[in-house]
T-cell receptor, first 114, second 109 residues
Framework: EAGVTQFPSHSVIEKGQTVTLRCDPI?????LYWYRRVMGKEIKFLLH????????ESGMPNNRFLAERTGGTYSTLKVQPAELEDSGVYFC????????????FGQGTRLTVV | GQNIDQPTEMTATEGAIVQINCTYQ??????LFWYQQHAGEAPTFLSY????GLEEKGRFSSFLSRSKGYSYLLLKELQMKDSASYLC??????????FGKGTRLHILP
């Protein structure tokens, strides 16, 4: 069974540019989460999809971040325009219908804004 | 507010036993996870506790006390490959998973 896949694995962009990160969850997993780890800090929750609906987006830092989940399958996280403080590792995780089970993580996308 | 505390770093010797503690204060509780994360890799699942008590899985065990808001991860017969960060995470009643900052474990030969 394929795991959670994210791409790109690395992205280096200039301040002011746009970047779109993609996450393909495990097939059949209704829950999809985005997390971010900024250097030296904890992994912070960004948002949670249940199927195609945003269940909770309270962790999104500001309106430069836009997440979508087309048809309840893969998800994208767009940062526009990117700022230096957006640099970090963005993790995606998925889990079956209830959150009270193991969440499977992708390998993460390392975003560097220069 | 939401708060999960665990030590920043710990050091132990190969072959020994180490206990990593985690305390939490969250809005509701629906289970506690422990994840292992090697540098540059995604966190991988180790254990899940929702009821009080000890869950044993090979060399790793995890304990939970809901009344005390406390958990620990116990690693036995330490191996060099156990050098990693260990993340405590709580599932809250609104289905969020809140992570602690992680404990970086160093194993000495």
């Amino acid at each position: 069974e394929a795991g959670v896949t994210q791409f790109p694995s690395h992205s280096v962009i200039e301040k002011g540019q746009t970047v779109t990160l993609r996450c393909d969850p495990i097939s059949g997993h209704d829950n999809l989460y985005w997390y971010r780890r900024v250097m030296g800090k904890e992994i912070k929750f960004l948002l949670h999809f249940v199927k195609e609906s945003k269940q909770d987006e309270s962790g999104m830092p500001n309106n430069r971040f836009l997440a979508e989940r087309t048809g309840g399958t893969y998800s994208t996280l767009k940062v526009q325009p990117a700022e230096l403080e957006d640099s970090g590792v963005y993790f995606c995780a998925s889990s079956p219908w209830t959150a009270n089970t193991e969440a499977f993580f992708g390998q993460g996308t390392r975003l560097t804004v220069v | 507010g939401q708060n999960i505390d665990q030590p920043t770093e710990m050091t132990a010797t190969e072959g020994a036993i180490v206990q990593i503690n985690c305390t939490y204060q969250t809005s509701g509780f629906n289970g506690l996870f422990w994840y292992q994360q090697h540098a540059g890799e995604a966190p991988t699942f180790l254990s899940y506790n929702v009821l009080d008590g000890l869950e044993e899985k090979g060399r790793f065990s995890s304990f939970l006390s809901r009344s005390k808001g406390y958990s620990y991860l116990l690693l036995k017969e330490l191996q060099m490959k156990d050098s990693a960060s260990y993340l405590c995470a709580v599932s809250t009643q609104d289905d969020k998973i809140i992570f602690g900052k992680g404990t970086r474990l160093h194993i000495l030969p």
